[in-house]
C-alpha cells in the first residue's frame, strides 16, 4: 500500500514539475516551489521505508510460522 502511495506521489510531482501552468510558480517563488518539491520527496521516502519494513517483518514472521510448525 505505502509502495502504491510513494509512485503515485512520484507521478503526481512529475506531473506538476513538467505542466505549463505552474512555470509562473516556478519563476516567481522558487523556493516555496523547491520546499513543496522536498515534503513530497521526503514523504515518498518516508512511505518507501515503511513500506519496506513491512514487507522484511512479514517474511520474518513467516519464517517463525513455519519453524513452530
Known sequence: MYVVISLG???LTAF???W???SKLK???PDLFSFIVT???TFVGVFL???LTNKSEEKKEEKNV???C
Request: no cysteine; charged share 15%; hydrophobic share 70%.
Open 16 to 18: 506538476f514539475v513538467v
Open 20 to 22: 505549463k501552468k505552474t
Open 49 to 51: 521505508a515503511i513500506g
Open 27 to 29: 519563476v516567481l517563488h
Open 9 to 11: 506521489l512520484i507521478a
Open 39 to 41: 515534503i513530497v520527496a
Open 66 to 68: 513455519i519453524r513452530v
